[in-house]
């Protein structure tokens, strides 16, 4: 039941933060930033510097929020997913999809949410065991494409990462997805150290989710 219990808190979640960064220190601010402001689900990106030690530091922090989330991002093998999920990453997302990860994550009982483009990745991952399928780059299609890519494969969940912004999220969430990657314009005022900022923009995200899913 590990797995459907993450798998359900990362829905519930809603939005999930990708970080990235310069500095171990920088990306851990920005991390406590984004939970501070409302967003309780975060992926760490492996193109950070000592990415499993901030993994290991977020989640030893957070432990006793239940609520809270931590995944690993931009995982290219096998090698680097065992890596994150010891560090204590909760799920492991990938820009493309890699069988060696899936069976990794399979093994742990982690959810793998692989990046996919076409109908038949999609369905290469469906069959590898993976629930939740990240449409990346999301900016390439845009929110109509979920009805498209839902009409042969009614049960996919799809998560949008690249291109979602507040002003669009209703428009993906009003199409059926289950969660949405946001990263850029809500790390934006990271380079110029403004981390209170970022908690202003994680809270207006989660206000804009909880108003489009009617909790507010």
């Not at 171990?24 to 499993?52: Q, R």
């Not at 010891?86 to 990938?94: D, E, F, R, T």
Request: glycine content about 10%; some cysteine; aromatic content about 8%.
């Amino acid at each position: 039941m590990k797995k459907v219990n993450i798998l359900q808190r990362i829905e519930e979640a809603g939005v999930i933060a990708v970080l990235r960064g310069e500095t171990k220190e920088e990306v851990l601010k920005t991390g406590h930033a984004v939970i501070k402001g409302g967003i309780k689900s975060i992926e760490l990106t492996f193109t950070v510097p000592e990415a499993n030690e901030i993994i290991k530091e977020l989640a030893v922090h957070y432990k006793n929020q239940a609520e809270v989330v931590i995944g690993a991002g931009t995982v290219l093998d096998a090698t680097t997913a065992r890596l994150a999920i010891m560090a204590g990453a909760q799920y492991i997302v990938s820009p493309s999809f890699n069988p060696a990860t899936a069976e990794m994550c399979n093994l742990y009982q982690i959810p793998y949410l692989p990046g996919c483009m076409t109908i038949t990745e999609m369905e290469t991952a469906l069959k590898s065991g993976v629930d939740i399928v990240k449409l990346f780059p999301g900016s390439v299609y845009g929110p109509s494409v979920v009805k498209a890519f839902k009409a042969p494969l009614p049960y996919l969940n799809i998560m949008p990462t690249g291109g979602v912004s507040i002003d669009n999220m209703a428009e993906w969430f009003n199409e059926g997805v289950v969660a949405v990657g946001v990263g850029g314009n809500l790390l934006e005022p990271v380079k110029n150290g403004d981390f209170d900022k970022v908690t202003e923009l994680a809270k207006q995200y989660m206000d804009k989710y909880y108003e489009i899913k009617g909790k507010k």
